[in-house]
């Protein structure tokens, strides 16, 4: 076999074809929001805009048991009917909501035609609970499987399957997990906002099939349409009111496409990272948002009118030259009201403090023409879908890991189970603060995460292009416990 490097690869450009205008539809579906059960415990969990909430069965203050049932589902997008998959028959599934502390308890029920798992992306739990197929044996069509772990840290996360997954969230099988700290501020709203996008044959109301063109297997799935909540965003609007103060928790589902998030008409600072919330909230412009990362921004209403939630993508214009062009994913009709209030935002201890690193590994994340399938692989230190551990660490290590991307498409990298810090080197993409469990590294460049491995077990550590881990960019690392 050859291996030939990828050469660079020209800028993905991918446009949406803008929606038709549309009357200002009411999208919020979860004004009805779902009330705290009875037996709700002396912390009384905010009410989330969204998507309707798990209801919790379970009588016990700290213990959380839901249903989930991986289905098939129908699902209309501007007037045409596609076969997807839900959780719970809903496009993204339900949001699972504890408070830190609590026992999460998550029976699975797979009604799909094929094997699946559930990944708690970010959560830290034991490997066991992880969804990880090397571990558990995928939950066959018909069978049940439960899933219980404990909410460690108060967060914005989300799950997802790790069997087929290019093709099941894309699909559909995705929803936020929601970890409350009762130490938080109370906000006038808090919005969950699950962004992504979709490729949608609209003529023939069905997916193109995946890794079926050659953009795919480089970049990734890029949709023809962005989504929030599962709608079209330019669907996706509700109202506000000036003064008020609100809590966003943002993230980005999309199979490939990364994410550049602006707000017009409001201002914002960020308050929490995939890690939970900042020790310091701070502000910025422009958020960066690749595949599998959480932001929670603190907005505030200071003038009423139209506030918009805008995701940038770049594009061609009619003389060739590329363009940013603005889309709307959220957007809001604000009432006239007062001048906002300040919120204080308590110094929050990070659940890992900044701690030097004793060790640096490298690894290299490259592409390879390979005379199999579609002809690409996508591999870690030279390795499609590596069989043995890339790394064996010691429970408790602080590692240096050097993230080399020899190639011209980029990629996220995403270690279950642990937190890391990005080392900022003045680019956007690694000034980021705050613990993360998923960063971007760039087409040929190279990136570096100190990762505090602190939870033992066998780890998942692939990229977020979910076809890029399809085609291999998929591997583990071992946190061996401590000797107790
Ligand atoms: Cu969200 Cu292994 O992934
Ligand atoms: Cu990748």
Redesign the pocket.
């Known amino acids: 076999m050859i291996l030939v490097p990828l050469a660079l690869t020209f800028l993905l450009v991918t446009a949406c074809s803008s929606d038709p205008a549309a009357p200002a539809a009411d999208a919020g579906t979860a004004d009805s929001a779902p009330s705290p059960d009875s037996s709700a415990p002396a912390f009384e969990l905010p009410a989330l805009w969204g998507a309707p909430v798990l209801a919790d069965s379970d009588d016990a203050p700290d213990v959380v048991s839901v249903k989930l049932v991986a289905e098939k589902t129908k699902w209309t997008l501007d007037g045409v009917e596609y076969d997807m998959l839900g959780y719970n028959g809903k496009l993204p599934g339900p949001i699972l909501q504890a408070k830190v502390g609590d026992e999460i308890v998550v029976e699975l029920t797979n009604k799909l035609d094929e094997p699946t798992t559930i ?1 708690w ?1 970010g959560l830290r739990i034991s490997d066991q609970m992880d969804g990880n197929p090397r571990i558990q044996n995928p939950v066959k069509p018909g069978e049940t499987f439960t899933y219980r772990f404990r909410a460690r840290e108060a967060g914005t996360y ?1 799950y ?1 399957p ?1 069997v087929n997954s290019n093709q099941q969230v894309e699909r559909g099988l995705y929803g936020a997990i929601v970890i409350h700290s009762p130490d938080a501020p109370r906000y006038d709203r808090e919005r969950v906002l699950l962004l992504d996008d979709v490729l949608v044959d609209d003529k023939n109301g069905v997916l193109p099939p995946f890794l079926g063109s050659h953009p795919e297997i480089m970049h990734g799935r890029w949709g023809n349409r962005l989504l929030t909540n599962g709608q079209a965003s330019s669907r996706v609007t509700h109202t506000a009111k000036q003064g008020n103060v609100e809590r966003w928790r943002i993230v980005n589902t999309a199979n490939a496409r990364t994410m550049e998030l602006e707000i017009k008409g409001a201002t914002f600072r960020v308050i929490g990272t995939d890690g939970g919330p900042l020790e310091k909230p701070y502000t910025t412009t422009r958020l960066l948002v690749p595949v ?1 990362q959480r932001y929670d921004l603190e907005v505030s209403f200071e003038q009423a009118g139209k506030v918009e939630l805008i995701s940038v993508t770049q594009s061609v214009d009619a003389n060739n030259q590329l363009v940013e062009v603005p889309y709307a994913v959220l957007s809001l009709d604000v009432a006239a009201g007062e001048a906002p209030r300040a919120v204080e935002w308590p110094a929050f201890t990070p659940p890992i403090g900044e701690r030097q690193a004793t060790r640096t590994v490298t690894v290299e994340l490259n592409g390879q023409q390979v005379s199999t399938g579609v002809g690409i692989a996508w591999t870690m230190n030279g390795q499609a879908n590596a069989k043995d551990p890339l790394f064996t660490f010691d429970e408790g290590e602080t590692v240096r890991i050097k993230l080399i991307n020899k190639a011209g498409p980029e990629h996220p990298f ?1 270690l ?1 189970g642990q937190f890391f810090r990005i080392v900022s080197d003045g680019n956007p993409w690694t000034d980021q603060p705050g613990l993360k469990d998923t960063v971007l590294v760039p087409g040929l460049s190279t990136v570096e995460i100190i990762a505090y491995l602190d939870n033992p077990g066998r780890w ?1 550590a ?1 990229c ?1 292009i979910l076809a890029h ?1 399809e085609l291999g960019m998929m591997s583990e690392m071992v946190v061996k416990p401590a000797q107790k």
């Open positions: 990944h992306h989300w997802h790790h599998g995403h279950h998942m692939h977020h881990a």
